[in-house]
């Protein structure tokens, strides 16, 4: 990364040239998790990364298509339509939205996000759960009992700096749909910071990611950015092709995950266009969630909602405050828990030894599942969530 003095935080506001200097001097010299790190006020979002497990399913519609396309080659097509359609709200729509990425609010253990979208695809419920702390990992599972289509998975997020921060992204998501009994393994790209250095920075996607079916289909999508000569930011290429024959594609696909995209036949010679998706003016479904007064102490719109108000006011007295509450009472349950014996308990996910779809799944990418990154494998606990147990009804 390289700029003239001039243009060094030239999107900075000047009140705030000096913080984020001194932000930018301790990022780069910092040994360890930059996740640990306080960041500049202004820079600060309202939004707990809990939240963000929302971004796999804006577009309901999208994302129940599969489930009504009974060629298994083109269903693996709809499918990597799908996950390219929610690129743009899961890496960009923040940096749209504010002008600049901004960084989350940390969730704390036992966190949860719970909603719903209803649209012409019917009824698409969202839970969302914080099931670890240290490690920091979210799960998640969004599903549409209509079309018989769940997806399920959990991260986490390594951050470390190299001429810029670079987010390597641990964990999966797993795409059922039960009409054809199929399964797949959607891997997580690796990501890093753009234009950090002028103050306004966004996230760019980098090197690859897979999407691969138990009915012997992968998708391999290639990130790319703009270069210091030529090049469009968010850009990628993607091909479709029988696992194990890279090299005879199906379909192919190139564009800006954050603008249009264009699918092509990849058997013909010169590609026959079949359809071009575009992101800026696909519209999304709006989440439906609880009103405040009506949640769990524990959901996070009600969890960080004086956060929240006092970041968008600026008062980082008050943000401080709030956040010491939470943060403390966190400890002291960490501390009880400790002395009893047992460790808190999850509502909606549950650890599991094995999982033995994914690691079929997994074998033929050398995909490595590191659970020991992620506190173990995490489940959606339906018997729980069906008999009560997790204590917070669903939407």
């Known amino acids: ?53 929302a971004y796999w399913t804006e577009h309901p519609s999208i994302f129940v298509a599969p489930a009504s396309e009974p ?41 949860v996000f719970l909603g719903k979208w209803e649209d012409v695809a019917g009824t698409t419920h969202l839970v969302s759960e914080q099931v670890s702390h240290h490690p920091p990992v ?17 991260n986490a997020q390594k951050a470390s700096f190299s001429r810029t921060i670079q987010v390597k992204q641990i964990g999966h998501a797993l795409l059922e749909i039960a009409p054809f009994n199929e399964t797949y393994l959607i891997t997580l790209p690796s990501l890093h910071i753009e234009s950090l250095i002028y103050g306004n920075p966004y996230v760019e996607l980098n090197k690859a990611s897979y999407i691969i079916s138990s009915t012997g289909y992968t998708a391999k999508i290639d990130y790319s950015g703009k270069g210091w000569l030529s090049g469009k930011k968010n850009s990628f290429t993607a091909s479709l092709y029988p696992t194990g024959k890279e090299k005879d594609p199906l379909y192919t696909i190139d564009g800006q995950w954050t603008d249009t995209f264009t699918i092509r036949d990849g058997t013909k010679k010169h590609g026959g266009e079949i359809e ?28 960080w909602q004086y956060v929240a108000a006092a970041i968008s006011k600026g008062d980082m007295d008050t943000v401080g405050a709030e956040k010491s509450k939470i943060e403390n009472a966190q400890r002291e349950l960490r501390k009880k828990e400790q002395s009893e014996g047992r460790e808190w308990e999850r509502r909606f996910f549950k650890r599991v030894e094995t999982c033995p779809i994914l690691e079929t799944l997994a074998n033929p990418l050398g995909e490595k599942i590191e659970s020991d990154k992620t506190g173990g494998l995490w489940r959606f ?14 939407l």
Not at 72 to 81: D, E, H, I, S, T
Not at 92 to 110: A, Q, T, V
Not at 138 to 154: S, V
Request: glycine share 6%.
């Open 138 to 154: 979210t799960a998640y599972c969004i599903w549409n009992e209509k079309h018989g289509i769940k997806l399920q998975g959990y």
């Open 381 to 394: 606990d339906q018997i729980k969530v069906a008999t009560g147990g997790s204590k917070i009804p669903l």
């Open 71 to 111: 060629d298994p080659a083109k269903r693996a097509l709809l499918v990597l339509k799908w996950f390219l359609s929610t690129l743009k709200q899961q890496y960009s729509s923040r940096s749209d939205k504010f002008g600049s990425e901004k960084k989350p609010l940390n969730p704390f253990l036992g966190e």
């Open 276 to 303: 071009t998706y575009n992101a800026k003016t696909s519209k999304t479904t709006p989440l439906t969630v609880r009103p405040i007064n009506q949640q769990d102490p524990y959901e996070s719109n009600r969890a």
């Open 1 to 53: 990364m390289s700029s003239t003095s001039k243009d060094e935080g030239s999107a900075i506001a000047p009140q705030n040239k000096g913080s984020w200097a001194t932000f930018l001097k301790s990022i780069a010299s910092f040994n360890g998790d930059l996740s640990s790190l306080t960041a500049p006020p202004f820079i600060l979002g309202t939004t707990s990364l809990t939240e963000f497990s």
